[in-house]
Each structure stands twice: as C-alpha cells, then as structure tokens.
C-alpha cells in the first residue's frame, strides 16, 4: 500500500488552510497600493523605494493550486536540493518542504522582512517541517550566494526584478535537469520580460513554458551551460 503523503498530513493541512485564508486579503491592499506603486515605478524609483509601497502583511502567496503543483514538481523530480526566491510568510515554502521530506530532501529560502522569517518559520515547525528548511533572512543576492549545487529545483518568487539575477547566479549550481519555476509571469509581465527572454532564447539553455494559473508560472528545463 503507498504510503500517506505528506501534503495530507492533519498538522500541514491545519497551517495551510489557515495562512490561506489570511492570505486572502491580499487583493484589496495591493490595489489600494498600487497607483502609488506604479506612479514611484514610472518617475524611476529604485529597488527599495518601491519595496516600501508595498503593504508590509501581505502574503503574496500562492493559490492552492499552484501550491499543490509545487510539491508534485518536488516528489515526482525526486528533488532535494531546492532553492526558494521569496518566502514571504511560508506558504509555498510549505509546500515545497513536504515535498522535501518524501525526497529526503531541503529546501533553502529567502525573505527580506525578518517579521515574515519569523511568522513563516513558526508555521512550519507549527506544520512538523520546519527541519527540512533552512530560511535566510535578507537580501537573496546575499544570503543564497554561497549555496553549494547541485540545485534540483529553484523557484522565484520574490521581487520580480530580481528573478533574473537571482537565476545567473543560480545557475552555475543548476545540474542539468534542473527545474526554474517562476510565479507571476501573467501578473507581473512588463517587470518579468528580459527574464521571459532569458528563459525562451532559441537555442539557449532552457526549455520553457508558461503553466496556464491565474498569476501564471513560468516553467522551465535547464539543459545545461
């Protein structure tokens, strides 16, 4: 008989449904927030102008679905080795460890607001998973920079302008196969163009797709350098 996985766990469940339904909130501050948003972006504010439009508890979070999707991406890669880009308050990083503890594997994230790190690291030792995740706090291009590869699995879902440095620097680590997940590409797609164009060059390292959710998630095959 197969054994009970993790995602179905009573513990995992309570958390998820719970930080999704918080979650929900989202949709009315951000668009209370995002004429200012867009106005800072169009007069060519920097990186952390912007950050600090952003309403501060917001999840940000994955949809059910795609959370679902994240942890079949997990155990049917047999990933171990996986890298998150945005951790937020640990939503998806839930996901992705469930899957690391059928893999025997562990997940590294990042997350800039040391409130998320702390709620996010509660919610997943609340969920019985918090050893298979080690989550640093600070900027990605800092905190993920010493990670020893192979990568399996990268998914970035942090500040969308960061997706494609965060994903040359990964990728001296990625093995070949590696999967790249991207959320937001539907969502975000003038901010996410030269990394849409990184992932899709003819003739470049990467075979890609864009898996039809509402936010949409960029789906991607390393090949290889």
């Given at each position: 008989?197969?054994?009970?996985?993790?995602?179905d766990d009573a513990a995992v469940q309570?958390?998820?449904?719970?930080?999704?339904?918080?979650?929900?909130?989202?949709?009315?501050?951000?668009?209370?927030?995002?004429?200012?948003?867009?106005?800072?972006?169009?007069?060519?504010?920097?990186?952390?102008?912007?950050?600090?439009?952003?309403?501060?508890?917001?999840?940000?979070?994955?949809?059910?679905?795609?959370?679902?999707?994240?942890?079949?991406?997990?155990?049917?890669?047999g990933a171990k080795r996986i890298v998150?880009?945005?951790?937020?308050?640990?939503?998806?990083?839930?996901?992705?460890?469930?899957?690391?503890?059928?893999?025997?594997?562990?997940?590294?994230?990042?997350?800039?607001?040391?409130?998320?790190?702390?709620?996010?690291?509660?919610?997943?030792?609340?969920?019985?998973?918090?050893?298979?995740?080690?989550?640093?706090?600070?900027?990605?291009?800092?905190?993920?920079?010493?990670?020893?590869?192979?990568?399996?699995?990268?998914?970035?879902?942090?500040?969308?302008?960061?997706?494609?440095?965060?994903?040359?620097?990964?990728?001296?680590?990625?093995?070949?196969?590696?999967?790249?997940?991207?959320?937001?590409?539907?969502?975000?797609?003038?901010?996410?163009?030269?990394?849409?164009?990184?992932?899709?060059?003819?003739?470049?390292?990467?075979?890609?797709?864009?898996?039809?959710?509402?936010?949409?998630?960029?789906?991607?095959?390393?090949?290889?350098?």
């Amino acid at each position: 008989m197969a054994g009970k996985h993790v995602l179905d766990d009573a513990a995992v469940q309570t958390v998820l449904e719970r930080e999704h339904a918080n979650a929900k909130d989202d949709s009315a501050k951000l668009a209370e927030a995002r004429p200012k948003i867009d106005a800072a972006k169009a007069e060519g504010a920097g990186f952390g102008e912007i950050s600090d439009l952003y309403p501060k508890d917001t999840y940000l979070a994955v949809e059910p679905d795609m959370g679902r999707f994240l942890y079949l991406s997990v155990c049917m890669t047999g990933a171990k080795r996986i890298v998150e880009f945005g951790s937020s308050y640990g939503i998806s990083t839930l996901y992705l460890a469930a899957g690391a503890r059928e893999t025997g594997g562990h997940v590294v994230g990042s997350e800039m607001q040391p409130a998320k790190v702390a709620r996010a690291r509660d919610n997943l030792e609340e969920a019985g998973l918090l050893a298979h995740v080690d989550l640093r706090q600070g900027d990605a291009l800092e905190t993920l920079s010493d990670l020893e590869g192979p990568i399996d699995l990268l998914f970035l879902d942090g500040w969308k302008d960061l997706y494609l440095p965060v994903l040359r620097m990964m990728e001296p680590q990625l093995r070949p196969g590696a999967l790249v997940l991207a959320d937001n590409i539907f969502t975000f797609p003038d901010d996410l163009k030269d990394y849409v164009d990184a992932v899709s060059a003819p003739g470049g390292s990467y075979r890609s797709m864009v898996v039809p959710f509402e936010s949409g998630l960029g789906y991607s095959h390393y090949l290889g350098s």
